[in-house]
Every structure is written in C-alpha cells, then in structure tokens.
C-alpha cells in the first residue's frame, strides 16, 4: 500500500495504493519530556512504557525463577530419585496383566484370574505363525525374531502378510532376514477368503498378542512376554542388510563385545539388565519387553512430575503479579470490573518475560539435577568410573533437560523477534516492497480519501470495543501516529488532516453519494478489498513500534458495519470477494507445483527403493521362494528363485528370471511410494509464498477475476492491465539479467526509465544489497508476476 498516487481516465482501469511519509517518532522511554506535551500523551508514554517493563522479565521475575527452579531440583532429588526399571516393569505388569484379563472378558471369558484369561486367548485365537516356533529360535525368543508377533505396525503388516502368501518373516539365529513356510499344521488357521484373511490379520492378530503379552498361561505374569515398540523397531533394523554388512566392526572382542544382535536378544531374555552378584553371576533378570517399555512411560512421568511443578509455580506467580498490577491500575472494585483486563496483559504465555522466567528456572532445575546425579553417583560408585556413569545416568531427570532446551530455543527466539523490532525492515524487504509497486491498479484521490477514512473507522471501532484501559491508550497512541503519518503527506498537497478525514457517519454518506452519481465505476470494490486487507497496528517506521506488536484487531468491522452502511458492497461479496482472494493465493503460490514437487519427492524414494530392491533381488528371491529352491546353490540358486518369483521360466509361461526382477523392484516401488509420502510433504512446504509481490498480485489476480470480469464485466480494462503488468515483468527481467551478467562488482545496471518518483527509492533500496540477495528477490517476485499474469490469460479467454 505504499504505491505512489496515480489517477486514470479509465472509469474501470485503475491503479492504487497509497503513501505512507515518514512517522513521527515517539519519545524515548525515560527521556524529558517537552513542555507542550499534554497531559494525555504523558498518561500514555507512561502507560506504554509499564507495558514494556512488564514484557521484560525483572529482578523479582528472576529471582522467583531461581527459587522455583531450586524448589523443583531438591523435590526431584528427594522424592522423585533415580529412573528404575525394576519399577517400570512392575508397574507395566500390573497394567498389562489387567489389560490381559479384560480382553478375555470382552472375547467371552467369565473369569476374573490371569491365567485362566491367557489360556482362554490361546484357545480361541490360534496363530498361523506358532507354527513356525522353532523355526525362529524356540519358545525363550520367537516372539522377538517372529515379525509378526511385534505389537507395532510391522507387526500387523507381516500378520497380514502371512494370512495372504503362507509365509511368516523374522530373522534367523544369527540375526539375517528369514523367511519360512507356514507348517501344515497350522495352515487351517490361515483364511479361506479375502474378509477372513483380513480378519484373521487383523483382529485374532490383536487378541493372539494380548494371549502373548503376559507371559503364557503355564507362567502368568512371568513368562516371555512381547517385545515393546521400541525393541520391535531396533530388531527389525538390526535384520536389515546394511546392518548385516557393518557386523564385522562390531564382531565379539576379547573384552566381552557383543554382537548389535546379542544386545538386543539379551535385552528381551532379561540378561542384559540383570542383577549379578559380585562374582558376575546373575542373581535376577530384568526382561525389557513390552511391559517395561509401557512402564517407562510411567518413569518418565515421574521425572516430569517437578517439571511441571516448576512451570506452574513461575507461571502462577506471573499471573499473580500482573493480576495485582492491573487491579491497581485500572482500580478495579468488582468482580464485574474484571472484564475490563485484557487476558493478553496477565496470562502466563507467548511473551519475553515468560519466555526467560522458563529459561532460568529450567535452568536452574537441571543444574541442581545434575549436581545431585553427581554427587550421588559418586558416592554410590566408590571410584568405579563404569558404576559412576551407570548410576549418574539414571539419576539425570531428562524430562527436565528436555524442558530447558526447549525453553532455551523459545527464549532465543523472542529474543531474535525483538531484535529485528528494533533493526526494523530490512534492505531486503524495502527492495520487495519497491518492486510491488507494479501499479496496476488505481484510486482517485477522493477514493483515496474514503479509504483512509474507513481505515480510521475500522481502527475507531477497535478502540471503542477494547475493555483494557492501557490497550484502548496504546491504540489510540497508533492511531494518533498514523494520522500523523497521513498529516505529513496532506502537507505536501496543501491539505489539512482534521478536514481530509472523515467522521464514520460522514463517511458513509459521501461514500453512497459518490458511488450513486456513476454506479458503472467498480471502485467501491477496490476500497472494499484494500480495506479488508487493513491490518492495524502494524509498525509505521517509529521507533516505538515494538511496543505496538501485540495489539491485535478485532474481526468483523467490515460485515458488521461496512457492509449494512452503505449500498454498493453487500455481505454476500465481501463473503465471495474473501473467497476469490484465496483462490488468487493459491494460484499464484502454485498448488499444482507443490503437488507436482511432492509427486516428484515421492518418485525419487520410490526410484531409489525400486533400485535397492532391483540390486537385492537375487538376495530376497530366494528367501520368497522358500523349499521350491532347496537343496541349490550358488547361480542356481539365485536363477532358479528368480524365476520362481516370475512365476515360472518364460518356456511354462513365465515371466522369467526378469519377470522376478521386475516383480520384486515393483515391490520395493511400492514400500518407496509408501515411505516417501511423508518425505514428498516435507519438500513441498519448501514452496510455501511470502513478501509484498506475492500479497499484491493476488489481490491484483482477484480483483480482475471478482470486479473487472464477474461484477462490471471489462476485458479491455483487464487486458489493459496485462500490458502493464507484462511491461513490468520485462523491466525486472532486464535488471535481473543486468545482475547475473555484472557480477558483484555492479549492484545493479537499470537501462529502463520511467516518470514514477518511486523509481528512484527502489534504485537506493537495491543499491544496499548483496547482488546475489537482489537476484534472488528478484526471481521469487518475477515467479509469482508471471503465474498472475498466466492466470489473469486464462480468465480472459475463458470470459471471452
């Protein structure tokens, strides 16, 4: 909106925007002030500048801070203590065995004890894949190396597997990938039909593993368990090839190194974390199944049992403070009085001063941690360096170190936010903001004058509507420095602000007067739209804007009031003209593209599975292909499962050593496809469209789409505005190539000329960049012009 005025003959061809001089600054916070100051702007300058002290955290602020986050440290060493995964599989025992014994109820068991519930699942819901228990290691580990009886989405993906093909996936003894047949003995347990397959897959999945996850009906509670989520995902990447080819850098040392596989066995057999008395031997094993894992849920809940504290004691005495603050400000007396309090002013969020207070309790809190975790390690350990880590790490609260990063990254980035308040625009954004001024549209002065007027009565409004008596102050200070601003450029034009300005009911009336006496202009529209665009309280170039960020504007001005006060713009086009604005959004910041960019993410994953499986299939053939290849080796091997995945050789009707190729690279195409979805919407938010080009030729697009052709239908004036916008596409194109061809010694090279005073301000505004930065705004904003003035083509020749 920062356009230069230009006037048009043509009643449909307009350019616009409007100028915004230089604002008057605002006075330093702490600085005199002047003796014609009136006693109103001293109530304001000081009310904004509490608003200020109170956005910052203070002394008392921090040491409160300090003192929480002591309090929370000294509850977390004497009442929280260290992690423990004896407690974790207690307490995920008691849940599970509970969980046990209502499945059986739900499935029709009468019973109220866990062992007759185990064995009520285990005969009700047979499992195609317990035939295959020796095959994967015998009872003790075949709910790990059996895929299937994972409880995670792997685990469902390979029951369904099994029910479609026969064949149950897991990892031999030795940790490889394994394949094998479903026995004949339990084939009857393998579905007849599509739905029975699926429901076998699926729900007698789900109730076999409740029969599994606590222990066996011959040891309730005790038993071999199922592997959690966790131990599930690390064995089936363990399974993996590349971790296959990385063994040999983790072979066993005489030092008692393990194999990756070993860790992972030990860790579900209760090996790993066993108790051992002094000669090594173990006294008591500690399975990290699925009910531990459930349990560490509950560790962890514990641990952020002083976090929480921590954060409430620090919030609550945020809120209190400011609470009393705005009590005695606003005097308030009553319960109803309460209303008046901005909720913005008190509560505990998004702010500088809570920001920090966060940062320096969590602090704390993780100093006082780790210093105890130390100390108590050290104690325990007697001078074992391996004893001291061990304890040390089950002592750290990382809920509450978690916590202080994430406070660390909030606090840094308010900080960041107030910085680039004070630097103000950068060289960057002035560059974009001159190169929207591609003055395709266009106000009269006197539209001008009724946008501006309505601008102030949105902002009037807002202020009436505001109960906080030191918000209504501050926006009224905004606006009195944004009617300073427009009093400036009046001067230059021999104007008078309190007589340019127009009271909300004179407004209006000269706004249905002017639009009556030529009802074939569209401007009414233009002003509709840029006034809907309005945002107050936005930074005027002061350097008190900072103190204005976070007013905000309530809704609803312009269907409330602007629509029923005057005759031209109804609710239903203010409705439909918000509509069409976001489909010119969306046009111009090319949806298609990102769908394409995403289609092509996508490919890329799927072409690289697809090729992963092509160079694997020689290995993966012969797992699928099972007994029909057994007793060859070597090439034999590998063409003989080929073809068997092909269907047979090519002589039988087959597809062929080939065919099986390209059946198991389709397959790895598939689980690329699949993999790559979430990978695809990752590369297509890197399209997302920002900056002054991109606000200005959507609302140049749905301008000419709503108005120009839909409500006051004028292709002339449309194709008149193409010529204007391609003539500026042309400009920025040659200084684009100027740039690309000077290199850096030559920040810019404009052959063009034009009458507009504006063109010099966008020579200084590029004049202080980096070349390569101005290319690259550059480019963006010529992106987003010509996928304008495309659709813009289109919607021409559709009108014609």
Not at 36 to 49: A, C, D, L, M, V
Not at 238 to 258: N, V, Y
Not at 697 to 705: P, V
């Amino acid at each position: 909106m920062d356009n230069s005025l230009a006037i048009g003959s043509d009643v449909t061809g307009f350019t616009f925007s409007i100028e915004f001089p230089k604002a008057k600054l605002l006075p330093a916070a702490g600085g005199s002030s002047n003796a014609s100051t009136s006693p109103k702007e001293n109530f304001i300058e000081g009310e904004t500048r509490w608003e200020v002290r109170l956005d910052h955290a203070d002394k008392m602020d921090c040491t409160i801070a300090v003192s929480s986050g002591i309090i929370a440290g000294l509850i977390d060493s004497f009442f929280v203590g260290k992690f423990s995964l004896e407690r974790a599989n207690e307490w995920g025992s008691d849940k599970v065995n509970d969980f046990v014994i209502s499945m059986a109820k739900l499935a029709g068991y009468e019973g109220d004890d866990l062992p007759g519930a185990i064995h009520y699942l285990e005969d009700k819901f047979k499992f195609a894949a317990d035939g295959n228990t020796l095959d994967f290691g015998g009872g003790c580990q075949h709910h790990l190396r059996d895929f299937s009886h994972h409880f995670s989405l792997c685990g469902l993906v390979c029951s369904m597997f099994t029910q479609f093909t026969g064949k149950v996936i897991g990892a031999d003894t030795a940790g490889r990938l394994l394949v094998v047949d479903v026995p004949k003995t339990h084939r009857q347990f393998l579905g007849k039909s599509f739905g029975e397959k699926v429901m076998l897959g699926t729900v007698s999945w789900v109730m076999h593993i409740a029969s599994d996850v606590a222990g066996s009906s011959s040891n309730p509670g005790e038993g071999t368990g199922i592997p959690g989520p966790i131990l599930s995902l690390i064995k089936q990447l363990s399974a993996l090839p590349i971790f296959q080819d990385a063994r040999p850098a983790m072979k066993q040392t005489e030092d008692g190194g393990l194999f990756f596989r070993e860790i992972v066995s030990k860790m579900f057999n209760g090996t790993f974390f066993a108790t051992r008395d002094e000669d090594g031997k173990i006294t008591k094993t500690l399975r990290f199944d699925f009910r531990t894992e459930l349990g560490v849920i509950y560790e962890v809940g514990r641990q952020a049992i002083p976090v929480i504290l921590n954060q409430c004691l620090i919030r609550s005495f945020y809120f209190a403070r400011r609470l009393a603050h705005e009590v005695k400000a606003l005097q308030i007396a009553s319960l109803k009085d309460l209303q008046r309090i901005d909720p913005e002013d008190v509560l505990p969020f998004r702010n500088k001063a809570i920001a920090r207070m966060s940062t320096v309790s969590c602090g704390v809190f993780s100093a006082v941690d780790l210093s105890d975790a130390a100390v108590r390690a050290a104690i325990a350990s007697r001078g074992s360096k391996k004893e001291f880590l061990e304890e040390f790490v089950v002592r750290v609260n990382f809920v509450g170190l978690g916590t202080f990063a994430i406070a660390c990254v909030l606090d840094v980035r308010e900080v960041l936010k107030e910085r680039d308040a004070v630097r103000g625009p950068s060289a960057e954004k002035d560059y974009e903001r001159s190169l929207a001024e591609f003055g395709s549209l266009e106000l009269g002065p006197s539209q001008i004058r009724l946008l501006q007027s309505l601008q102030r009565a949105i902002v009037l409004d807002d202020i009436d509507a505001t109960k906080s008596s030191r918000k209504k102050s501050e926006k009224q200070l905004w606006l009195e420095e944004w009617e300073t601003a427009i009093e400036l450029g009046l001067k230059e034009r021999g104007l008078i602000a309190s007589e340019y300005l127009l009271a909300p009911d004179e407004l209006y009336r000269e706004f249905n007067k002017r639009a009556k006496d030529d009802p074939s202009k569209p401007w009414p529209f233009l002003v509709a739209l840029e006034a809907n665009l309005f945002a107050p309280y936005e930074p005027l170039g002061a350097e008190g804007d900072k103190e204005f960020k976070k007013l905000k504007c309530k809704d609803g001005y312009m269907q409330d009031v602007f629509a029923v006060s005057q005759d031209i713009v109804s609710k239903g086009d203010l409705e439909r003209m918000d509509k069409a604005l976001k489909q010119a959004r969306a046009d111009i910041d090319a949806k298609m593209a990102k769908r394409v960019v995403g289609f092509v993410g996508t490919a890329i994953v799927a072409g690289a599975a697809t090729v992963a499986a092509f160079v694997f299939a020689p290995y993966i053939a012969p797992l699928i292909a099972g007994k029909a290849v057994a007793g060859l080796s070597g090439a034999a091997l590998t063409s003989a499962s080929l073809a068997f995945v092909g269907g047979g050789a090519l002589a039988a009707g087959g597809l062929g050593m080939a065919g099986g190729t390209a059946i198991i690279a389709g397959g790895g195409a598939l689980l690329g496809t699949i993999g790559g979805t979430g990978a695809s919407r990752v590369i297509a938010t890197m399209t997302n469209a920002d900056g002054f080009v991109f606000a200005e030729a959507s609302k140049l697009l749905c301008y000419c789409r709503y108005v120009l052709l839909d409500k006051y239908p004028s292709i002339d004036s449309v194709k008149r505005i193409q010529v204007s916008l391609n003539e500026r596409i042309l400009e920025m194109e040659i200084t684009l190539e100027s740039l690309r061809y000077a290199g850096d010694s030559v920040a810019l090279i404009e052959e063009c000329t034009t009458d507009s005073v504006d063109e010099a301000a966008e020579d200084s505004a590029a004049t202080e960049m980096d070349p390569k930065k101005q290319m690259k705004v550059l480019s963006r904003s010529l992106k987003y012009l010509k996928r304008c003035n495309q659709a813009l083509a289109k919607a021409v020749s559709n009108a014609e």
